[in-house]
């Protein structure tokens, strides 16, 4: 998922809803923790899905900072013989989006990668990366996805390696 303020038509929210029921398995990918939710009443036919985040994804979306800034990348502690992270770079990268808000995260999520970025003068960390289950399936989250994150090696490894980790392959 990799979609930002949208609702569905009705039927197709209906089969987003039956395919995570089903215990298959998803990614999503940096605004996917408010896709759903567009702040706003829904038109006629199309439905919003406002917590989403919370509940598929295991985060709590609540804002970003500032753009300029980007977000400092480094695996979070203990995390780093994950199979998502499997030939992912130990060394810390920067990416140039800005960094998501969304601790707490849900406890049962296992925290893959930190963020982290100066705002208002302070250092703020976030999870920006972890993997759950939702329903049997495997989900894989991260707030990265910035346009430029996807010439980045270590991002591209990232995805890779969580698609085959969703997939079970």
Do not use: C
């Not at 480094?74 to 992270?85: E, K």
């Amino acid at each position: 998922v990799y979609v930002r303020r949208k609702a569905l038509p009705k039927d197709q929210m209906a089969m987003l809803h039956a395919y995570l029921d089903a215990g298959k398995p998803l990614i999503g990918l940096r605004t996917a923790s408010h896709a759903f939710s567009t702040k706003k009443p829904s038109p006629p036919g199309m439905e919003q899905w406002e917590t989403f985040d919370g509940d598929v994804l295991g985060g709590n979306y609540h804002g970003h900072g500032p753009n300029k800034a980007g977000t400092d990348v480094s695996v979070a502690p203990g995390a780093a013989d994950h199979p998502i992270l499997q030939d992912v770079s130990r060394d810390a990268w920067h990416s140039t989006g800005s960094l998501y808000y969304a601790s707490p995260i849900d406890p049962s999520a296992k925290v893959l990668l930190n963020g982290s970025a100066k705002d208002k003068g302070q250092e703020r960390v976030e999870p920006i990366a972890w993997a759950r289950t939702y329903k049997g399936g495997r989900v894989f989250y991260t707030s990265l996805g910035h346009v430029d994150d996807f010439q980045q090696p270590q991002f591209q490894r990232l995805l890779v390696n969580a698609v085959r980790w969703a997939t079970g392959r």
